[in-house]
């Protein structure tokens, strides 16, 4: 039998490259506004929710939301107010949530098996569910950026400019931020904890170095993760390798390669 | 020129009265008390730290004061609905990423986002709004440019250029000519001369106490408190100047009857708030 009559392969592709375009187009505005290590803070964050909802019971992609969107909401407000700075408080909401995830898994019988896929993604695992989860909250991502466009890449480029301009930009940046959350809850299936932020930034920072205007950026970026998604999930079904981990692997290549053809500055 | 805004001509253009402002503890402005009439040119003087940045930061809303009262056309720069547009801000652009792919005619642009209004695109009158800005300050030809592929000087236009693109009745520069050579700086002088004799409100900081005083109609000197301010020639003196940059203050009369010229010891690092 060849991979793609295999209903999981198909399941995996269109649930990968539906990721692959949401991780891109939110990924470019992270890259643009300096918001990586946010992006990675509130992917880790995602830990102590899955953990708590595979203790009691509860679905862990929904604990999973609610802790991402405490968290960066949460850090939004430490940093804004002036109480400390981003990466500090960025590095203290991280480590307490991924602190609290293992103490809760400590409290579970057994062996974790669960948690390790939501760790480093099953992409081979998605569900037919799933896959209307992600197009559902995926779609509805997309129409938000779509809607106030001009608004986050003026947030992106000039946050004081745009105050100054008229612009609700607390408001604004509080909406990015839910918009990375649930972007990352969305994508932890397929790549995981541990990796959604190289989902995020990677393909935007390749984009980054090949684009003169934004719209080009997002084109570029999810050319670039889409390609990587299906590269990389192909190369794990053929050297049987972890899926997400060789996704990353694909998109980080294609990153090499433009710093040494993209521009120079 | 027509004005769409309805603002009373005799309104001030600013009114600070006891004006207090801390930030994380420090205070930075103490006992500011301030008029600034419409269609005067006010250039704002003062060492590094002295809160410059902060004034104009106090004038265009984005820091509330501590204490006391400021009025921009006699409504508070938080609330001044569409009266906003009447404000046109120049920052100094430190904290812009200058590698941000975007064009220069896009960034001017984006000076209209707050007229436009949430969710709607540009139309043809915006562009052609932004065209007209930057045919004002002299780069036209380069409104399809990446930003990153200009000089600071061109830069410098682009940030002007959209603080005039939603022909504001007051624009603030901050330090318009830091990043600037000579010869871009009096072309630029030469341009906010011709803005204020068309009835505009300029109010600019500046380092150049020399250049700026034989131009501007008015000079506040502000080191935490408003050291003096009135008229350039009554208020640059040497006691003046002294007082506001204590003992860095060198000043030179190169010949009798020329405007004063000033050395203040270099201080580059200037720390913003």
Not at chain 2, 111 to 118: A, E, F, N, S
Not at chain 2, 119 to 140: N, Y
Request: aromatic letters at 8%.
């Amino acid at each position: 039998m060849n991979w793609w009559e295999y209903a999981f392969m198909q399941r995996a592709l269109v649930g990968g490259v539906m990721v692959g375009v949401l991780t891109a187009v939110i990924g470019v505005f992270v890259v643009l506004r300096g918001m990586s290590f946010m992006g990675t803070g509130i992917a880790h964050a995602s830990f102590g929710g899955v953990a708590l909802g595979l203790l009691v019971g509860i679905d862990p992609v929904l604990a999973a939301l609610a802790f991402c969107l405490a968290v960066a909401w949460g850090i939004g407000a430490v940093t804004r107010r002036g109480a400390l700075k981003e990466d500090t408080a960025i590095g203290i909401f991280f480590a307490a949530t991924m602190a609290l995830g293992a103490l809760l898994m400590g409290l579970r019988q057994g062996y974790n098996v669960d948690l390790f896929a939501y760790l480093f993604g099953s992409v081979l695992a998605i569900s037919t569910g799933d896959l209307y989860w992600i197009l559902g909250v995926g779609a509805l991502v997309l129409l938000t950026v779509y809607l106030l466009y001009k608004e986050f890449v003026f947030i992106a480029f000039d946050p004081e400019g745009a105050r100054v301009a008229g612009l609700p930009e607390p408001a604004l940046y509080y909406l990015l931020l839910t918009l990375i959350a649930v972007t990352v809850v969305v994508a932890l299936k397929v790549v995981g904890i541990v990796l959604v932020s190289a989902l995020l930034v990677t393909p935007a920072a390749a984009a980054y170095r090949l684009s003169e205007t934004v719209g080009e950026m997002i084109a570029w970026a999810v050319a670039l993760s889409v390609t990587s998604v299906v590269v990389g999930l192909l190369l794990a079904y053929g050297l049987n390798t972890a899926s997400g981990a060789t996704i990353v692997l694909t998109a980080t290549a294609f990153f090499g390669l433009t710093l040494l053809w993209g521009r120079k500055d | 020129m027509a004005d769409p805004l309805d603002i009373p001509a005799d309104v001030p253009a600013v009114e600070m009265r006891e004006v207090e402002v801390r930030l994380q503890g420090r205070v930075i402005l103490q006992d500011i008390n301030l008029r600034i009439e419409q269609g005067s040119f006010w250039a704002l003087l003062g060492p590094n730290g002295a809160g410059k940045t902060t004034l104009l930061r106090v004038i265009v809303g984005l820091i509330r004061p501590t204490r006391g009262t400021v009025r921009v056309f006699g409504r508070p720069p938080w609330a001044l609905g569409p009266w906003r547009r009447a404000i046109g801000y120049v920052p100094q652009f430190h904290h812009v990423d200058l590698r941000f792919p975007v064009r220069v005619k896009d960034v001017v642009m984006m000076g209209r986002y707050g007229v436009l209004g949430l969710f709607r695109r540009p139309g043809p009158e915006d562009w052609q709004r932004v065209a007209e800005a930057l045919e004002r300050v002299g780069i036209a030809h380069l409104a399809d440019r990446p930003l990153r592929a200009l000089s600071g000087g061109e830069r410098q236009r682009v940030f002007l250029a959209r603080a005039l693109v939603t022909q504001p009745r007051l624009l603030l520069l901050d330090e318009p000519t830091a990043a600037v050579d000579v010869a871009a700086s009096q072309s630029l002088y030469d341009l906010l001369r011709q803005l204020h004799r068309e009835g505009m409100t300029v109010v600019m900081v500046s380092h150049d106490v020399g250049v700026v005083a034989q131009f501007v109609d008015s000079v506040a000197c502000l080191n935490r408190r408003l050291v003096a301010h009135g008229r350039p020639e009554v208020v640059l003196t040497a006691d003046t100047l002294d007082e506001m940059y204590g003992c860095q203050a060198v000043f030179f009369h190169h010949m009798p009857g020329a405007t004063p010229h000033m050395v203040v010891r270099p201080d580059d690092a200037e720390q913003k708030p």
